[in-house]
């Protein structure tokens, strides 16, 4: 295997939309789609510029219903070729998408990062409030083994990666504030 291929996470995004039309035909309560990148177009057609904007969104949004309630649904999605998510900087969770999950944690949408370690073919949830946390306790990066990330199990069908039975299976989401 080539070492000097970067990991763009693409292959884990696909998974998370096949899932996500996985759950939609099932009709499971739950519907999010891929946030697009906000860009502004300025000049004319021959000297056309993209500028990327901030970006105040995770990299997925959506609705999920728990019993008789929706929740307004936010996610980053990470993938690393090692079982450590660093946090703060590139290469994972960033300070900006750090920022994002407690702002829309404090909005009361359920917000997590889903973390796939690419090589052991792993999935894990990570609760917006927890990761903010461990921000403030000074962490610098998550282990897979630590006790906050919640092993996803394989789904069937078309949903690959079941998230949806930890978001229904815990409290912890709708809870305090991140």
């Not at 919640?150 to 039975?165: N, Q």
Request: charged content about 25%; glycine content about 10%; some cysteine.
């Amino acid at each position: 295997m080539r070492s000097n291929v970067k990991n763009t996470g693409l292959s884990f995004q696909k998974e998370i939309e096949t899932t996500g039309k996985g759950y939609q035909k099932s009709e499971e309560g739950i519907l999010f789609h891929k946030v697009d990148f906000p860009l502004r177009i300025v000049g004319t057609k021959e000297n056309r510029k993209f500028i990327p904007q901030r970006n105040p969104f995770l990299d997925y949004s959506g609705v999920v219903w728990i019993g008789d309630h929706g929740y307004r649904l936010d996610f980053e999605a990470k993938s690393t070729k090692t079982n450590r998510l660093p946090i703060g900087r590139s290469g994972g969770i960033t300070a900006t998408q750090v920022e994002a999950i407690r702002e829309w944690g404090n909005a009361g949408s359920v917000v997590f990062v889903l973390w796939k370690v690419m090589p052991e073919d792993k999935v894990g949830l990570v609760w917006g409030k927890e990761l903010v946390s461990m921000v403030e306790d000074g962490l610098v990066s998550i282990k897979f083994s630590d006790p906050n990330v919640c092993p996803i199990e394989r789904g069937k069908g078309f949903v690959l990666w079941d998230f949806l039975k930890e978001i229904r299976d815990t409290k912890n989401c709708f809870s305090q504030p991140a």
